[in-house]
């Protein structure tokens, strides 16, 4: 039987890197490329299908930062599909960003430069908004919307023969110290980025204990520091292309500057291949690439709490009930 591949973010950087490499890796699955864009989906499509015309490739519509969207989309796939052996959620958001290159020179002369250098730990802020249902953005479209997803997918997730993985795009820039549980949408400070990839962490450890019983496993990725649309709202292009010399040297000391979405999406598609009864979910799976461009996969432990992982998701599926209640006309 076909197996089936679903992929949010696919429209480009990672995510259709993985499109690729997943139809490369098995030209049987059955591909859904879920974008916020129907127009970028179907352009998406047809360039996939360019490179693997026999492949089977879907697309559906779902703007993450949007829960009404959410859920119509689950509707959807669920009309369309019985069973999803993989869900991909890549999609993500850092808007407004912001470097701070005082604090790299300081890195540069503590000895910490390395570690800014791939965690961007005390680099990077971020300005965040409210969306359309007055949660924030980054936390809605890099998490929950992802999580109402899955919630609502789980007749074709769990409890069936086959079992089901979730690959969540996550990120080296998680981080404890950004995240609070009296403000996990992070409304209140500029690390909105940093929190929801931890909170991606946290909800990920919290999916394994509930529900790898009833056959979902889910595995967090980060790709590294990929040139994508993403980086270049960082800097503008002509900096990153002038800089790219720099960073092909960095590689060689930093083994996450992976740099292009193929390279990025190693991770994503090692874990395809591996059967998750012998994953460990308290490990983060890290795309990387050596200094002379020999990807690999490196498990690093997860730094989370389990405690505050539990908590937090108790305050994911009230805000979940919230979100039901209001769109009640929506369900089936
Ligand atoms: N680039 C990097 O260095 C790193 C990236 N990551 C993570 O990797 C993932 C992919 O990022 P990357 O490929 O680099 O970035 P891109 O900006 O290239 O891709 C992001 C993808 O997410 C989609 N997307 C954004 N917002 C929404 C939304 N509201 N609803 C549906 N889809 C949406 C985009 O669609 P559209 O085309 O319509 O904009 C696009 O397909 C993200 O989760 C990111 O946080 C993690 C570590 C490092
Ligand atoms: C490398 C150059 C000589 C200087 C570039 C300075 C900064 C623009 C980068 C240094 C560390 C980078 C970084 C990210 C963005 C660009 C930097 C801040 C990320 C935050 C991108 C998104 C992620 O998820 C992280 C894994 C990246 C961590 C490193």
């Known amino acids: 039987m076909e197996r089936v591949v679903l992929v949010t973010g696919a429209s ?34 047809d360039l996939v299908l360019q490179e693997y015309p026999a492949a089977q490739v879907s ?11 959410v859920l119509r989309a689950a509707q959807e796939l669920r009309c369309r599909f019985q069973h999803l052996d993989f869900v ?9 960003p912001h470097v701070n290159f005082k604090a790299l ?21 971020q300005t965040d908004r409210l969306n359309g249902d007055g949660l924030q953005e980054v936390f809605t479209t890099n998490l929950f919307g ?37 403000d996990y949408q992070h409304a209140k400070g500029q690390e909105s980025y940093s929190s929801s990839k931890y909170a991606t962490d946290l909800t990920s450890v919290v999916l394994n204990r509930k529900f790898n019983k009833q056959g979902l496993y889910s595995s967090v990725v980060c790709p590294g520091l990929v040139m ?46 591996q059967k998750p009864e012998y994953l460990d979910p308290l490990v983060k799976y ?22 505050t992982a539990e908590k937090f998701y108790q305050k994911l599926l009230e805000l979940e009930g919230q979100t039901l209640e209001k769109y009640g006309d929506l369900l089936d």
Request: aromatic share 8%; glycine share 8%.
């Open 228 to 273: 994508s649309n993403m980086t270049f709202k960082i800097l503008p292009v002509f900096l990153w292309v002038l800089l790219m010399p720099i960073m092909f040297l960095i590689r060689f000391f930093a083994k996450t500057y992976t740099l292009t979405p193929y390279n990025g999406a190693e991770a994503h598609v090692w874990l395809f291949k």
């Open 146 to 182: 992802h999580f109402i997803l899955i919630r609502q997918l789980e007749s074709l997730l769990c409890g069936n023969e086959k079992p089901s993985r979730l690959i969540w795009t996550s990120s080296s820039n998680a981080r404890e110290s950004a995240f609070s549980l009296s």
């Open 105 to 125: 020179w300081k890195g540069l002369l503590t000895g910490r430069l390395l570690h800014m250098l791939t965690t961007a730990e005390g680099v990077m802020t």
């Open 12 to 45: 480009g950087g990672v995510g259709l890197a993985l499109c690729r490499r997943l139809l490369g890796e098995d030209g049987r699955i059955h591909l859904c490329l879920a974008c916020r864009n129907a127009q970028k989906a179907e352009a998406t499509r």
């Open 59 to 69: 697309t559906v519509e779902v703007d993450l930062g949007n829960l009404a969207s």
């Open 286 to 307: 890290h795309s990387c690439t050596s200094g002379l461009g020999k990807n690999f996969v490196e498990p690093r432990k997860l730094d989370v709490d389990e405690e």
């Open 88 to 96: 991909y959620l890549n999609a993500g958001i850092m808007p407004n």
